[in-house]
Structures are given as structure tokens and as C-alpha cells.
């Protein structure tokens, strides 16, 4: 016989001598020391069989049930574990990189700013080149207009000057006497000029 038959004809037996105990009752409020004893032992019994089928058949699937939940929390946990280390990895990452990037963008700022000042000092320099080079011509065009202004006056001085020596004198001066004049008109302007 298997035990579940086993049990069931116990647990029959049990409730029909508990019934007919409980029938012997009615008919005396007290129970009798054999009567109690039968009581007892299907109470007992009762207890048996209710344990033997909790402890066979549903007990293994409430400790499987926790077994198994058991397991799946400890895999959450671990996942979450998991995910919150690769979490944290990823973040060093990214503050690493952010560092890095800040670090970049901060020498590409000096080294912008270094070309920026060389360039202004490059076109400072050649402006101010520019500039006396443009100062030095421009007095070297003025020095040579007002020579060729001064020598042009002074030719035409020395012409005038020729006229009015030759009409006072009332004869032509020659081209020699005219180049004497005009050396010795630039001669002593010179000297007044300096």
C-alpha cells in the first residue's frame, strides 16, 4: 500500500472512533481513561498523517518556492552589483575623458592665445616696418623735391640774376659766367641754409 492510502484509512479510522467516542459522550459527560487514551492516539495520529502530507507534499514545494526566490534575489543582487560597478566604471570613464577634454580645450586656449599674440606682434612689427619704411621715403621724397625745388630757384636766380647783371652791365654774359654765378648763388645758399 502506498502511503497516501495508508494515510487516508488512518485518518478514517481515527474520525470513526472519534465519532464514536464523541456518541459515548453524550451519553456520560466524562470520557473514560481507555476512551481518552483512543483520543489521544487518533489526535495523534491525525497530527501524523496532516504532517506527512505537509512534509511530502507541501513543504518541498514551499522550500522550493523560497529556494527559488532565494535564487532570483540573489541574482538581482548581483545584477544590481553588476550594474552599479559597470555604472561607476563608466562614470570614472567619463570624468577621466571630461578631465582630459577640459585639459585639451584649456591648451588649445593658450596655444590660440600664444598665436594670436605672435601674430599681433608680427603685424605690429611689420606695420611699424611699414610705417618707417613709408617715413623714410616720404623724407627722402621731400628732400629730393625741395633740392630739386632749391636748384630750380636757384637756376632761375642766377638767370634773373644774368639778365640784370647783363643789362646793367649792358653785354651779354656768357654760359661761364653764368655757371660761376650759379656756383657761387648755390655756395652761399647753402651755407644760409645750414
Sequence with gaps: MNRFAMMTVLFTNGLLVTAA???DKAASPLATPKEGFW???TAIVLFLIVFGLLSTMVW???VAGLDERNEKIKGEIAAAEDARHQAKVA???YEKNLAEARAQAQQMLEETKSQQNELAAQLKAQADAELTEMREK?????????KQAL???YSESVNLASVMA???????VSVNDEQRLMDESLAELKT???
Excluded at 616720404?138 to 625741395?146: E, G, L, M, T, Y
Excluded at 647783363?166 to 651779354?172: H, V
Design 91 to 93: 562614470l570614472d570613464e
Design 151 to 153: 636748384n630750380e630757384l
Design 21 to 23: 467516542t464523541a456518541a
Design 39 to 41: 483520543t489521544g492516539v
Design 166 to 172: 647783363g643789362k646793367i652791365l649792358q653785354r651779354e
Design 192 to 194: 644760409v641754409n645750414s
Design 138 to 146: 616720404a623724407k627722402a621724397d621731400i628732400d629730393a623735391a625741395k
Design 60 to 62: 518541498p514545494k514551499i
